[in-house]
C-alpha cells in the first residue's frame, strides 16, 4: 500500500478556520402552536376608518411564512410542524379534539420547510373558515381542553430525536391572556392545575415552551393570570415579554419575529484555567458576512442529493482498505512509519480547545489586532456543574483591574492566540440590551500586521493637507454622517437578488421580485443645503474658488472644437457631393483636379488629408475600391 509522505501530517478532519467559517449548530425541532379562536381574527390594531383591518392570525400566518423562508435557506436541516388549536375540525395522530396539524401533501407532519408548504400556509386564511374552521375551546360546561390538548400533540410531534443533539422548541402564539376565563369553580382550578403539569412535563423531556403574545387594542396582554406559571417567568421577566398595545403592528410583528428566531450555539468548548480547573463554555457567532449557500450536486435522473464517500484501494492487491493503519515519512533515506494514534499525539498542541495564558493590560490590545469578527463566550453547567461561578469570578476581575486575558484556541493544526474581553452587561427600561460574557478576538500572526508608515518615510514630496482644508473636511463628514449606524440595517443586494430569485423559482411565483438596494448615495440627504453648502466649500478650499468656472470653460472649449470640426465636416461634404468621384476615377481625371478640392473628399470621408498629391489620390481611390 502506497501512501503520500508529503501528506503525512495532513488532518483528514480538519475544518474551516472558525473565525471565517462557523461549524453549522445542531439542528432545530419547532412546533408552532396558533390560538386559532374567534378573538384571534378581530382587529389586531386601532386602524383608521381608510385603513385595512389587520388581524392577529393574519400577523402571525405572516410571521411563520418570513420564518419558514429563512429556515430554508439559512437552517435547512430544520424541521417544523404547524399546530392550531381552538377548531372545529380535529386532525391529528391521538385523535384529541379542537387541534389541527396542518401540512402540505408529501410531507410529514415533523420536517423540513418545503416551497410546497410555504406556498399552501401563505395561503390558508382564504380557506381556514371552511375547511377547518374556529371555536371557543374551552368554554363553561364542558371538559374538553384544547390547549391541553395541543401541548399534548406538540409533544407527541416532537417525540423523535434527542435533545443532546437537537434543540426542541414549541411556540404559543395567542391573544388570549386568560384560556381559562369562561369557567368558574373547581373546574378551572382542575384545568389550570393538569396544563402547567403537563407544560412541567414537556419541559422535564427537555422541550422549550415559549409564548408570543398578542396585546388586544384594547388591553395589554397579562401574563400573570396564566401563561406566566406555563412558561416558568417570575418577577421583572413578566414585563419584560409583551409588547404594549400602543405600539405598531409593523414593530409587534418584528419583535415576534425575533422571538421565533433563537440564537443558537456554535459549539461546546472545553475552558482550561489552570491544569486542575477545567469549565464549559458555549460559543455564539456574531455578525458574519453572508454568502450564496454552497453547491448540491444532484443525481441527473433521481434530482436526489448526491453523498461523497472515499475509499482506499491497495496498489499491490486491488483490496479495499477501510482506513490507513499506518503511514510514513521518509527520512534519511529511511521509512519512519507513524500510526494514526501516534501522529494524532504528535500534532496535538493542547489537551483543550481553549486554554487560558495569562493576562495582559487592556491598552497592550490594538483596534487593528481584531482583524476578524469575534466570537461571544458564555459559561454552561450543562457537563461541568460550577462553570458558571468560575466564568463569573474571571469575568468580574478582568475589567476591575482593566484586564484582557491571553488564550491558546483552535484545533492541533490550527493553533493560533486569541484575545478574551470582559463585556459587561447593559440594562435599559425595555430590558437587557447587551448581556454579560466574553468577546474572543482572533489576534493577528505576525505577516498579518502591516507597516505602511516604513513605506512612506521617504516620500517628504507628498501633498499635505492645509488646516483650512482639513477643517472644511471635517466639517462636511460631521454633514454627512450617520446617525446610530450599524451595518446590520443595510442588506446586501446582491444576495437579496439571489435569493428572491431562487424563492420566486421555489413557489412558482410570476414575476421576480424587485429588490431595493440600499447602499445606493441618499439622494434627497445629499441635497439638503446644509451638506450641499459644505460640499461646495470643501471644493473651494482644495480646488480653489474658480474650479467650476474653469471645469465649465474647459468643457466650452471641447464643445466648440467639436463645433467646429463637425461644420468643416458639413461644409467638405457639400462641395465633394459637386462631384461625380467614381466617374472621375475610372475616366482617370482625379490628376487634373487641385488638392484643395482633392482634400474635399478626404474631409467628407473622414480620411487623413496629409501627403502629396499623388499620396492624396491613391487614398481616394483605395477608399473608392478601384
Given at each position: 500500500m502506497d501512501l503520500d509522505p508529503e501528506g503525512i501530517f495532513r488532518d483528514d478532519s480538519d475544518e474551516d478556520d472558525d473565525n471565517l467559517h462557523e461549524r453549522e449548530a445542531n439542528k432545530e425541532m419547532v412546533v408552532y402552536l396558533i390560538d386559532a379562536s374567534p378573538k384571534m381574527f378581530t382587529p389586531a390594531n386601532a386602524a383608521k376608518p381608510d385603513e385595512m383591518q389587520e388581524t392577529h392570525f393574519h400577523t402571525i400566518v405572516n410571521c411563520i411564512t418570513q420564518s419558514l423562508k429563512t429556515q430554508i435557506i439559512g437552517r435547512s436541516r430544520d424541521e417544523v410542524a404547524i399546530c392550531f388549536f381552538n377548531t372545529k375540525e380535529k386532525k391529528n395522530l391521538q385523535e384529541l379534539a379542537g387541534v389541527y396539524v396542518y401540512n402540505a401533501t408529501e410531507r410529514e407532519q415533523l420536517d423540513r420547510p418545503d416551497a410546497r408548504l410555504i406556498k399552501e400556509f401563505s395561503c390558508v386564511e382564504d380557506s381556514f373558515m371552511n375547511t377547518i374552521g374556529s371555536r371557543y375551546g374551552i368554554t363553561s360546561g364542558?371538559?374538553?381542553?384544547?390547549?391541553?390538548?395541543?401541548?399534548?400533540?406538540?409533544?407527541?410531534?416532537?417525540?423523535?430525536?434527542?435533545?443532546?443533539?437537537?434543540?426542541?422548541?414549541?411556540?404559543?402564539?395567542?391573544?388570549?391572556?386568560?384560556?381559562?376565563?369562561?369557567?368558574?369553580?373547581?373546574?378551572?382550578?382542575?384545568?389550570?392545575r393538569t396544563t402547567i403539569q403537563r407544560a412541567k412535563d414537556a419541559q422535564d423531556l427537555g422541550l422549550s415552551i415559549e409564548l408570543l403574545p398578542l396585546s388586544r387594542p384594547d388591553e395589554?396582554?397579562?401574563?400573570?393570570?396564566?401563561?406566566?406559571?406555563?412558561?416558568?417567568?417570575?418577577?421583572?421577566?413578566?414585563?419584560?415579554?409583551?409588547?404594549?398595545?400602543?405600539?405598531?403592528?409593523?414593530?409587534?410583528?418584528?419583535?415576534?419575529?425575533?422571538?421565533?428566531?433563537?440564537?443558537r450555539k456554535v459549539k461546546t468548548l472545553s475552558f482550561a484555567i489552570t491544569n486542575d480547573v477545567c469549565i464549559e463554555v458555549n460559543t455564539y457567532a456574531l455578525i458574519r458576512p453572508t454568502a450564496p449557500g454552497t453547491i448540491t450536486w444532484l443525481d441527473s435522473i433521481s434530482n436526489l442529493p448526491l453523498k461523497t464517500e472515499r475509499s482506499f484501494i491497495c496498489n499491490d492487491t486491488g483490496a479495499l482498505l477501510q482506513a490507513p493503519q499506518e503511514r510514513f515519512q521518509l527520512y534519511n533515506d529511511k521509512v519512519v512509519k507513524f500510526s494514526v494514534r501516534e501522529l494524532s499525539d504528535v500534532k496535538r498542541v493542547s489537551s483543550h480547545h481553549l486554554r487560558l495564558l495569562g493576562f495582559k493590560p487592556l491598552?497592550?490590545?490594538?483596534?487593528?489586532?481584531?482583524?476578524?469578527?469575534?466570537?461571544?463566550?458564555y459559561p454552561s453547567d450543562e457537563q461541568i456543574f460550577g462553570s458558571t461561578r468560575v466564568f463569573v469570578a474571571l469575568h468580574s476581575s478582568m475589567p476591575r483591574l482593566g484586564r484582557f486575558a491571553l488564550a491558546f484556541y483552535g484545533t492541533p493544526t490550527r493553533p493560533r492566540l486569541v484575545a478574551l474581553v470582559a463585556q459587561e452587561e447593559v440594562i435599559s427600561s425595555s430590558g437587557q440590551d447587551e448581556p454579560p460574557g466574553t468577546h474572543m478576538i482572533y489576534l493577528p500572526y505576525s505577516d498579518d500586521v502591516r507597516y505602511p508608515e516604513e513605506v512612506h518615510l521617504t516620500s517628504g514630496d507628498a501633498p499635505r493637507a492645509t488646516d483650512e482644508q482639513m477643517k472644511k473636511a471635517s466639517n462636511l463628514l460631521?454633514?454627512?454622517?450617520?446617525?446610530?449606524f450599524s451595518v446590520s440595517h443595510f442588506a446586501n443586494p446582491g444576495l437579496q437578488k439571489h435569493y428572491g430569485i431562487l424563492e420566486a423559482l421555489a413557489l412558482g411565483e410570476d414575476e421576480m421580485p424587485d429588490m431595493k438596494d440600499e447602499t445606493l448615495p441618499d439622494e434627497e440627504g445629499l441635497a439638503r443645503p446644509g451638506v450641499v453648502k459644505a460640499i461646495e466649500e470643501f471644493k473651494a478650499a482644495v480646488f480653489g474658488e474658480n474650479y467650476d468656472q474653469e471645469e465649465a470653460e474647459a468643457a466650452a472649449a471641447k464643445g466648440g472644437a467639436s463645433k467646429k470640426r463637425k461644420a468643416i465636416a458639413d461644409a467638405a461634404s457639400q462641395k465633394s457631393a459637386a462631384y461625380d468621384w467614381a466617374d472621375l476615377a475610372d475616366n482617370g481625371k482625379l490628376k487634373d483636379m487641385t488638392v484643395m478640392g482633392l482634400k474635399t473628399y478626404l474631409t467628407a470621408h473622414g480620411l487623413p488629408v496629409s501627403g502629396k498629391k499623388d499620396a492624396i489620390i491613391s487614398r481616394i481611390l483605395t477608399h473608392l475600391g478601384k
Open positions: 364542558s371538559r374538553e381542553n384544547t390547549l391541553y390538548n395541543a401541548l399534548w400533540v406538540a409533544q407527541a410531534l416532537l417525540r423523535k430525536g434527542s435533545v443532546k443533539t437537537v434543540s426542541k422548541r414549541i411556540l404559543i402564539f395567542t391573544n388570549e391572556d386568560d384560556p381559562f376565563g369562561g369557567i368558574t369553580g373547581a373546574a378551572k382550578t382542575d384545568m389550570i395589554d396582554f397579562n401574563m400573570s393570570l396564566f401563561y406566566a406559571d406555563l412558561i416558568g417567568l417570575e418577577g421583572d421577566e413578566v414585563l419584560q415579554y409583551v409588547p404594549s398595545a400602543g405600539e405598531k403592528l409593523e414593530d409587534m410583528t418584528d419583535q415576534l419575529r425575533k422571538r421565533m428566531m433563537k440564537k491598552d497592550c490590545l490594538k483596534d487593528y489586532h481584531n482583524l476578524s469578527p469575534s466570537t461571544f463566550i460631521r454633514r454627512i454622517d450617520l446617525k446610530h
